[in-house]
């Protein structure tokens, strides 16, 4: 199952998410630039249990070192893939919670979920002289923060069976709870210091997410927070959504709705709208004019149903225009 969007549209850009992302992206490069020293340097800068737990490694590792490496561990990768799959699973759902939380929290949550996610690893491994390493932990209680927040939301999924690619919209809290089950299998059916995966530090991640959710929650955000959604608010809406009709009854017709923000409505926009109809999921480009107002319906001719004579009905689509 590869998601590919979530139905929860984030109100702000999220400057602190994305920063991350970057963040990420330049140390893969660095990582690149090491050459042979790149074993070395994983060594150095991830998280390796025995550095801790056995004198004869630790003596070789000053105490500062020894304290960067919780940080610097969640910002390393071991490939391509291991970076594309943590940053594109960031990206979908790091937005909302940031959305939630306000910048600042949202940056020392998700280094705190990184960081107990490398405890968690290390207590249970206490004596892998294996480096673990990559943002997966962090991700991981960014997860279960969502899992708290948006259980009802839905994740657009792809589900490739053979060469050809199915989408499906799965629950968010169906989703999201069966990884963290194959997490839970996989760390109960393997060790770290074999597999190279620390499957503990991403059960952890995800347990710690939902406690840090639970605790920031309980503080308010500080001013400097408000400020920075006021710059940061969205004047578009994704591009890609997707639109539940209805069809009540023998009528031919579709109704479903459509949200747009107010800059939308003012100056015009263009979605790809994803329309599923029974075990029909359809793509289409839909051009909305300039001047729509909240409330208008666009009528999306031969797009409803199909009678048994072959006429087919329209997709109404009613405006939601708000930030």
Not at 59 to 72: D, E, G, R
């Amino acid at each position: 199952m590869i998601p590919i969007r979530d139905t929860i549209p984030s109100k702000n850009y999220p400057v602190v998410n994305i920063t991350l992302i970057g963040v990420n992206v330049v140390i893969f490069l660095l990582e690149l630039a090491q050459g042979p020293g790149l074993d070395r340097f994983i060594y150095i800068y991830g998280l390796v249990p025995a550095r801790y737990t056995l004198p004869q490694i630790s003596i070789h590792f000053p105490v500062s070192q020894q304290i960067l490496s919780f940080l610097s561990f969640m910002f390393l990768h071991g490939g391509f893939w291991h970076l594309l799959s943590n940053m594109w699973s960031l990206y979908i759902f790091g937005d909302n919670v940031e959305d939630r939380l306000g910048p600042f929290r949202y940056l020392v949550f998700y280094l705190l979920c990184g960081l107990l996610s490398g405890l968690s690893h290390l207590f249970l491994n206490l004596y892998s002289n294996m480096p673990t390493i990559g943002a997966s932990g962090a991700i991981a209680g960014v997860m279960g923060a969502y899992f708290i927040l948006y259980p009802a939301a839905r994740i657009l999924t792809l589900i490739p069976i053979f060469i050809i690619p199915y989408f499906i919209e799965i629950p968010a809290f169906f989703f999201l709870g069966f990884w963290f089950l194959l997490q839970f299998l996989s760390a109960a059916g393997s060790r770290a210091d074999i597999s190279g995966i620390a499957w503990w530090a991403h059960i952890g991640g995800f347990i710690f997410g939902i406690i840090f959710l639970k605790l920031f929650l309980v503080f308010p955000g500080i001013g400097a927070s408000e400020k920075i959604r006021r710059v940061t608010a969205k004047k578009k809406t994704d591009r890609f959504q997707v639109v539940h009709p209805i069809g009540p009854g023998e009528d031919l017709q579709l109704y479903g709705t459509l949200r747009i923000t107010h800059y939308e409505a003012m100056e015009g926009t263009s979605k790809m709208v994803n329309i599923p109809w029974g075990f029909k999921k359809r793509l289409f480009r839909i051009n909305i004019p300039p001047g729509v107002k909240d409330g208008n319906v666009l009528r999306l001719r031969g797009l409803g149903k199909e009678a048994s004579d072959g006429r087919r009905g329209d997709l109404l689509l009613k405006m939601i225009v708000g930030s």
